[in-house]
C-alpha cells in the first residue's frame, strides 16, 4: 500500500500571512509605512524564489503507539517527553512529515546583505520563515484531510525542538523517511538543509483530538511561543 | 553650525543614509547621512566631534526606544546603516589615528550550523558602533575561531547558535580560543542561548539582541 505522498504545491495555495511577518519584527501593530512597503514588494517577488515541496509518511493502526512516556513509530522510538505524550498517547496511527521552501530565498536574502540592503534581507528572511509555517499549515490540512478520508482523526503537528521534545531526535525521525525527502537532509548536528524545513508528526486515530499547544505546562524560557505568552500577560 | 550635526543625527535615527532614500517621507530629497557628514567635515568639524555629538547620540536615542520597547530590529538596522554610510567618510581619519576605533570583533556562527541572519544583524549594529568586525561566517569550526583570535590579537568574540544541538559547539569553540589567547572575552547569542548557558561553558555573557551587547561592549572596552 502506498504510504509515501509528496508535494509540490504552488505559492498561491498557501495561506501567507502579512501580520505575522509584521509581528517576526516586533510590530503587533503600526508597523511604520516603509517597513509595510518593503514586505508587500519582497513577498511579490518571494513567490518564484520559494521552492515548495511537501509531504509525509502515513503510519496505518498498527505501525504507531504511544507507551510508558515513549513514541514507537515502526523500528524508532522517541522520548517525546510529558507534554506530547499527554497530547498523543492515545494515537494509533500518525503521519511524519517533511516541508521545505528551498534555498532560493536563503540566497535571495543573503543577496540583499551582500548589496547593503539589509533591511530587504532581513525582511526577506522573514518572508521566507513565513512560507514555511503557511506550508506546513498547507500540509497539516492535507494530513487532516487524509484521516477525514479513512474516517480517523488528527492530532495538531508536533516537531522536535518544541514542548520540551529534543531536536536531536531528528535523526530518527528523518530515518523514517525516504533519503532527500521534499529536498532535505539533515547534519550531523540534526540541523536541516535548507534552512527553511519544518519536520514533525501529527497523531492519528479515533481517539485524537486537534488541540493548542499546551504552553502553560511548558517551562522553556528561550520558545517564542512562550515568549508571546509572556507578552499577553504583561500587557 | 550645530543644525548641521543636529540634521544629521536626525537622519541617523530615522535611518536615512543618503540623498536618494525615500524614507522618511518628511525627509524626501533632503540630504542624508552620508551627504551631511562631508558637509560636517568641510565646515571644519573633526571626526571626533561628528562621532560624539551626532552620530553616537543619534544610535544612543535608538537603542534607547529599542530597550523600551518602541524601536525594534528593524529600527536599528536602518539606523545602523545610515551610521554606516557615516562612517564611510570618517574612516580615513580613524586609520590615520586621528580618531578612536573601538577594537576588533570576532565574529561567527558555530559548526554544523548554517543560521546567518542573526550574526549579520549584530555585525551591522555592531559595525554602526565604531567596531572592526571581522566575520567568519557560519559553520564555524573551533580552530577557525582560534585562528582568528590568534591573527587578530586583542579581538573579542561572539558565537552565534539556532539550535540546542549546534550551541553545544560553543564549548569547544571557547576551549580551542581560550587555549591560544586565554585573556579572550567570548560572548554568546542565538534563540536558544541564555546567560544560564553562557555560564555553564564559562563564556562572558550572553545578550538576547544586538543591542544590550553593543551597550556592554560600550561599558567595557
Ligand atoms: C523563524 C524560526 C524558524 C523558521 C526559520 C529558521 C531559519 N533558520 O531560518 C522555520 C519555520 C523554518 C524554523 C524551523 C525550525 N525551527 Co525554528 N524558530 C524560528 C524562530 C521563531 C525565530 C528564529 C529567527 O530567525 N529569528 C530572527 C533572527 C534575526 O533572530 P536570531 O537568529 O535569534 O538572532 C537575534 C538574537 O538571537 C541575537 N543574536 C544572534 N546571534 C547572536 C550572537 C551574539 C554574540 C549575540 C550577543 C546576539 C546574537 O541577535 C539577533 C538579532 O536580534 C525561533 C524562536 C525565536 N523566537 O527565536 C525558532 C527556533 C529557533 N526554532 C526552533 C526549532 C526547534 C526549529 C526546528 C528544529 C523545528 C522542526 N523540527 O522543524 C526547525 C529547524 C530548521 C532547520 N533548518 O533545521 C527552536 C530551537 C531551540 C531548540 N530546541 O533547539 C526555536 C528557538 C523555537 C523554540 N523551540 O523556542 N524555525
Redesign the interface.
Known amino acids: 500500500m502506498k504510504d509515501i505522498f509528496s508535494y509540490r504545491p504552488v505559492f498561491n495555495e498557501l495561506r501567507v500571512n502579512k501580520e505575522n511577518i509584521f509581528g517576526a519584527?516586533?510590530?503587533e501593530k503600526n508597523t511604520p509605512?516603509?517597513?509595510i512597503q518593503i514586505t508587500d514588494k519582497l513577498l511579490k517577488e518571494a513567490e518564484h524564489a520559494a521552492e515548495l515541496q511537501a509531504g509525509y509518511r502515513w503510519l496505518s493502526p498498527g505501525s504507531a503507539k504511544a507507551e510508558h512516556g515513549k513514541l514507537v513509530l515502526v523500528d524508532q522510538v522517541f522520548e517525546i517527553r510529558k507534554i506530547i505524550y499527554s497530547q498523543l498517547h492515545l494515537l494509533d496511527g500518525a503521519a511524519v512529515f517533511a516541508v521545505s521552501i528551498g534555498s532560493g530565498i536563503?540566497n535571495w536574502?543573503?543577496k540583499f546583505?551582500e548589496e547593503?540592503e539589509?533591511?530587504a534581507?532581513?525582511?526577506a528572511?522573514l518572508i521566507g520563515s513565513e512560507i514555511a509555517e503557511a506550508l506546513a499549515d498547507w500540509l497539516e490540512a492535507k494530513i487532516a484531510a487524509h484521516a477525514l478520508e479513512l474516517g480517523t482523526k488528527h492530532s495538531n503537528r508536533y516537531s522536535p525542538?518544541y514542548c520540551d521534545w529534543?531536536?536531536?531526535e531528528?535523526h530518527k525521525l528523518f530515518s523514517l523517511l525516504p533519503d532527500n525527502f521534499c529536498g532535505v537532509r539533515l547534519?550531523?548536528?540534526?540541523?536541516m538543509?535548507p534552512?527553511k524545513s519544518i519536520s514533525g508528526i501529527v497523531g492519528t486515530g479515533a481517539k485524537m483530538k486537534w488541540r493548542e499547544y499546551p504552553c502553560d505546562r511548558c517551562s522553556l524560557?528561550?520558545c517564542?511561543k512562550q515568549i508571546h505568552k509572556s507578552h499577553e500577560t504583561a500587557s | 553650525m550645530k543644525d548641521l550635526l543636529e540634521q544629521l543625527g536626525l537622519c541617523v535615527e530615522k535611518g536615512k543614509s543618503d540623498r536618494n532614500a525615500a524614507f522618511p517621507p518628511e525627509l524626501r530629497g533632503m540630504d542624508g547621512a552620508s551627504e551631511l557628514t562631508l558637509k560636517a567635515l568641510e565646515a571644519g568639524f573633526s571626526a571626533n566631534q561628528i562621532l560624539n555629538e551626532a552620530l553616537m547620540p543619534a544610535m544612543q536615542r535608538v537603542g534607547d526606544r529599542f530597550a523600551e520597547h518602541k524601536a525594534f530590529i528593524p529600527d536599528l538596522m536602518i539606523a545602523a546603516r545610515a551610521m554606516n554610510a557615516a562612517m564611510e567618510h570618517l574612516k580615513p581619519f580613524f586609520e590615520s589615528g586621528e580618531a578612536q576605533h573601538r577594537g576588533k570583533i570576532v565574529l561567527g556562527t558555530v559548526e554544523g550550523d548554517q543560521h546567518d541572519i542573526g550574526k549579520n544583524i549584530v555585525k551591522m549594529v555592531l559595525k554602526g558602533e565604531g567596531w572592526d568586525v571581522i566575520d567568519l561566517g557560519t559553520n564555524t569550526s573551533a580552530t577557525e575561531f582560534a585562528e582568528a583570535v590568534a591573527e587578530h590579537p586583542g579581538s573579542l568574540v561572539g558565537m552565534s547558535a539556532l539550535l540546542t544541538t549546534t550551541m553545544v559547539k560553543m564549548e569547544e569553540s571557547l576551549q580551542a580560543i581560550r587555549a591560544k589567547i586565554p585573556a579572550t572575552k567570548v560572548f554568546v547569542g542565538g534563540a536558544p542561548l541564555s546567560q544560564a548557558f553562557s555560564d555553564q561553558i564559562g563564556a562572558d555573557g550572553y545578550f538576547p539582541d544586538p543591542h544590550s551587547f553593543a551597550l556592554h561592549l560600550r561599558e567595557i572596552s
Not at chain 1, 187 to 191: A, P
Request: glycine share 12%; net charge negative; no cysteine.
Open positions: 519584527m516586533g510590530y509605512e516603509q517597513y536563503d536574502s543573503r546583505f547593503d539589509p533591511l534581507g532581513y525582511i528572511d525542538g529534543s531536536v536531536a531528528q547534519n550531523n548536528s540534526g540541523l538543509v534552512q524560557e528561550t517564542y
